[in-house]
């Protein structure tokens, strides 16, 4: 695997919008996104273990590791090169500590906040 996968909530309107500015800007191709909905439920009992892949934006890395929330979120932007310098910052000591709630607000919230789209 030579590309990170992002596996995102295609429900969520705030979600798609990530994808779609994502993707504009991964001028170096880096990243494949995924709907949760498509995956299988096998591989979500897998996904258990960590957490809940409905819940939270998941990014499994060419490495093969899993990032999860935040983290997958720094990764994201630190992958790109444009948004490289975000992701640094995001890397910060001490960063997590106004990172991690903002981000688990915002996620427990976006289909209350933003529009939520059925799947197709």
């Avoid at 295609?10 to 991964?26: E, I, S, V």
């Avoid at 996104?33 to 096998?42: D, R």
């Avoid at 997958?72 to 500590?97: E, N």
Wanted: charged residues 25%; contains cysteine; glycine residues 4%.
């Amino acid at each position: 695997m030579k590309r990170h996968v992002v596996f995102y909530d295609a429900t969520c309107t705030l979600c798609q919008g990530l994808k779609r500015m994502m993707k504009k800007l991964d001028c170096n191709q880096n990243v494949d996104w995924y709907p949760v909905q498509e995956v299988s439920n096998k591989t979500k009992r897998l996904a258990a273990q960590f957490k809940d892949m409905e819940k939270e934006i998941y990014l499994l890395s060419n490495a093969k590791t899993v990032y999860i929330g935040y983290n997958a979120i720094r990764k994201l932007l630190i992958t790109i090169p444009i948004t490289r310098p975000i992701g640094i910052v995001l890397y910060i000591p001490g960063a997590r500590l106004i990172g991690q709630p903002v981000y688990r607000i915002v996620s427990n919230r976006r289909h209350r906040w933003f529009k939520t789209l059925p799947y197709k």
